[in-house]
């Protein structure tokens, strides 16, 4: 472009850029402004570490409030506090929810394009499903521990869930994690937001999402935190 | 009350709210209109203006009050939105876009100049979402918010010189797309620049 086009075209996209039709902002009930007038900066972070330290943040009716997103690995999270409370119940896992794409482990370690190691003592599965569209989810139930897990490629899945989950940050093997729980509807969408049929449930277990070697694990169990995330290491050594 | 923008800082550090809203009074809007930009959704942006606000706040002991502040801001705001969009990941927010447009009804068909130009304004957002990420911010910080040079080159933190060419590219670029996919913005442009090409 020559220096006189590009000034022209400065200018128009200038006048034009100015008469962009920004949308109303929306009202937020918590002030940007120093809602104390003697709250300082300092004193300010210095009352939002000890609230943190006092574990106040993680107070299910507090966090409840919060319209938060969260990612680990592949899985982005949305916790939308608009949405209802699950209507059913949900299922438990010793009942084998009905999923599509039933195959065999070995089937479905064939399939896969990322490594899918079991810990021996976990022994095999009762039952493995294949998802292979956009990208590749597999999911295990063993129904006697009770465990579903989804092992999930590095194309994205995304959940939404309902007020009624409480989510807090954790680790596993020293890398991010999230644990999750309460009752939600559970919807999974690949990349391109179309749901991933058939996967529509109602959870009112703890969930373990952590990643390992660009795979991103879900594992739904009736464990604690500290249990869960120990069998989450165990993935992490297999080969 | 009025006082200069170093007597604010300080006021507001020491827990002065009147100064600390004379402060971002002004630099509100421009907080959301960028972080709309970026993310394209009012909820979201708005979000984001409000925590670049708090983070301001919660920061202004380390803030550099020779400096000034709305570039800061806009630093600020800028990176939440990015790390926003990067967490939100674009195929959500096309979702909601398109549902947002599903729903909405279509413009009348008389409209008025006014509302032309602001169409226009819109077809002009979309033409720089094809530009890739850095020439879009360019654009948005330099003719969607009028942000001088020099502030530009504060809120990215690049030297003057490297506005000067980013923004050169992404007017070249932005100038190939609408040439290729924006008839009526080519067509406008023409009708008013006839002489410059």
Redesign the interface.
């Given at each position: 472009m020559s220096e006189n086009s590009q000034n022209g075209f400065e200018q128009w996209l200038a006048e034009t850029a100015r008469e962009f039709p920004y949308p109303p902002q929306p009202d937020r009930s918590v002030s940007p402004s120093i809602t104390h007038r003697r709250l300082t900066p300092r004193l300010a972070a210095v009352m939002v570490a000890i609230l943190l330290v006092l574990g106040l943040l993680l107070v299910p009716p507090v966090r409840a409030t919060l319209r938060e997103w969260f990612s680990i690995g592949s899985v982005s999270i949305l916790i939308d506090t608009t949405a209802p409370t699950p209507s059913a119940t949900a299922v438990p896992l010793s009942n084998l929810p009905n999923l599509p794409g039933r195959t065999t482990l070995a089937e479905a370690q064939a399939q896969a394009n990322f490594s899918l190691a079991i810990p021996d003592e976990l022994g095999p599965p009762t039952a493995v499903y294949l998802h292979d569209g956009v990208g590749q989810m597999v999911t295990l139930i063993w129904v006697d521990r009770p465990l579903l897990l989804h092992v999930i490629d590095q194309n994205m899945i995304l959940t939404k869930i309902g007020p009624q989950s409480y989510s807090e940050p954790v680790s596993v093997n020293g890398q991010a994690a999230y644990w999750v729980s309460g009752t939600r509807q559970l919807d999974l969408y690949d990349q391109y937001m179309e749901p991933i049929e058939g996967f529509r449930r109602v959870v009112d277990g703890p969930v373990l999402i952590w990643t390992n070697d660009n795979v991103t694990y879900r594992l739904e169990s009736d464990l604690s935190p500290d249990e869960a995330i120990k069998l989450a290491e165990t993935f992490i050594l297999s080969p | 009350m009025i006082g200069t923008a170093v007597d604010l800082i300080d006021r507001?550090?020491?827990?002065?709210?009147r100064a600390?809203?004379q402060l971002?009074e002004p630099l509100?809007?421009d907080l959301?209109?960028l972080a709309?930009l970026v993310l394209r959704d009012?909820?979201e942006?708005?979000?984001v203006?409000?925590e670049a606000?708090?983070r301001a706040?919660?920061?202004?002991?380390q803030f550099d009050s020779s400096r000034p502040l709305r570039p800061w801001l806009m630093q600020i705001a800028l990176n939440l939105a990015r790390n926003?969009r990067r967490?939100?990941?674009r195929?959500?927010a096309?979702?909601t876009r398109l549902i947002r447009s599903e729903s909405q009804p279509e413009p009348a068909a008389g409209l008025s100049e006014r509302a032309i130009?602001?169409e226009?304004?819109?077809q002009?957002?979309r033409a720089v979402q094809q530009l890739p990420v850095k020439g879009q911010t360019i654009?948005y910080l330099r003719?969607?918010l009028?942000l001088t040079e020099e502030e530009a080159a504060a809120v990215l933190e690049i030297p003057k010189g490297t506005v000067k060419s980013r923004t050169?590219r992404a007017?070249?670029q932005?100038?190939g797309i609408i040439q290729r996919d924006f008839v009526e913005?080519e067509a406008?442009?023409v009708g008013?620049?006839p002489k410059?090409?």
């Open positions: - | 507001a550090r020491a827990g002065d709210d600390w809203q971002i509100q809007q959301f209109r709309y009012p909820a942006a708005a979000d203006q409000q606000l708090l706040w919660l920061k202004l002991e926003r967490t939100l990941r195929a959500w096309r979702v130009v602001r226009q304004a819109q002009l957002w654009v003719y969607f009028d050169s007017l070249t932005l100038r913005l406008d442009f008013k620049f410059r090409l």
